[in-house]
């Protein structure tokens, strides 16, 4: 049975909410000019980039916000690994458009949404506002945070470059032959290719933030965990229509920052 069609929206819409105020309480708490100025910079450029609409470019720049405050000083913060995520992502939208818009799976022409950023970004962000106004000893946050970013890194790349040079995906619950931009659908290239941008997210993150190499460790095979149930709730849940893509996002980010923990 698929949930009706108008109450899909608004999963993005909760999506924004559980994420921005949040972050935004806790980066105007802990503000400081080189964190509001990284983050304003990074918006400007994502706008320059035409890869996001102004508001998700907002959106963009306060998540950004919380996640320089966070780790102090700026440059062991999760800017770096932050940049990582962006240039990967960008140069995989990019690559092979003209092939994705004869597929009908390229992305707007106008660049992501508000609600597409929150979802993406929304759980490294909530774990950096926890590390802002209830820290905990050690680098838990930061796996978290590393892991929810490395994870949105390896789905959009496994998604934008498999469809590209993947050849036919299948199904994650059946290995059927599905259509490119199928819910739930993986080929070995794209995966391949989503794995390979989460390690390089990682590394960026365990020189940055100085992350040991069991915590990195944990990071990466949380987000790789994290990006195989994103497959699996696209493959069932959102196939029916009990969720959007945006949910999908969220909850899969969440899962690689809990599968991460569990680990550690």
């Given amino acids: 049975m698929r949930a009706p069609k108008q109450l899909i929206p608004w999963q993005s819409w909760l999506v924004l909410v559980a994420v921005v105020p949040w972050c935004a309480f806790a980066a105007l ?6 964190g509001w100025g990284i983050s304003v910079g990074l918006a400007l450029l994502v706008l320059a980039a035409r890869a996001a609409t102004p508001l998700a470019a907002v959106t963009g720049g306060i998540l950004t916000a919380v996640l320089t405050l966070a780790w102090a000083p700026w440059y ?19 690559f092979g458009r003209a092939r994705k818009q004869q597929l009908g799976v390229a992305e707007d022409k106008h660049g992501r949404n508000a609600a597409q950023v929150a979802a ?10 926890c590390s ?17 970013l490395a994870e949105a890194t390896a789905d959009t790349l496994s998604s ?6 993947g050849g036919p995906p299948v199904l994650l619950t059946t290995f059927r032959r599905v259509e490119p931009g199928t819910d ?42 994290g990006l195989f149930v994103d497959s699996l709730l696209g493959a069932t849940i959102e196939r029916r229509g009990w969720l959007n893509n ?19």
């Fill in 76 to 94: 062991h913060s999760a800017i770096f690994t932050l940049v990582a995520l962006f240039v990967l992502t960008w140069a995989a939208t990019r």
């Fill in 160 to 165: 934008e470059l498999g469809e590209v040079l």
């Fill in 29 to 34: 708490r802990h503000a400081t000019a080189t």
């Fill in 132 to 148: 802002l106004t209830h820290p905990l000893p050690g680098a838990w946050y930061a796996v978290m945070a590393v892991a929810a």
């Fill in 246 to 264: 945006d949910a999908v996002n969220f909850l899969s980010t969440l899962a690689a920052a809990g599968i991460a923990i569990w680990l550690r």
């Fill in 120 to 129: 993406n970004l929304g759980v490294a962000s909530l774990a950096a506002a």
């Fill in 184 to 225: 739930g659908a993986i080929s070995l290239t794209g995966t391949v290719a989503g794995i390979g941008g989460a390690m390089l997210v990682v590394v960026v993150a365990g020189f940055t933030m100085r992350l040991d190499f069991g915590d990195a460790r944990c990071a990466l095979l949380g987000a790789i965990g």
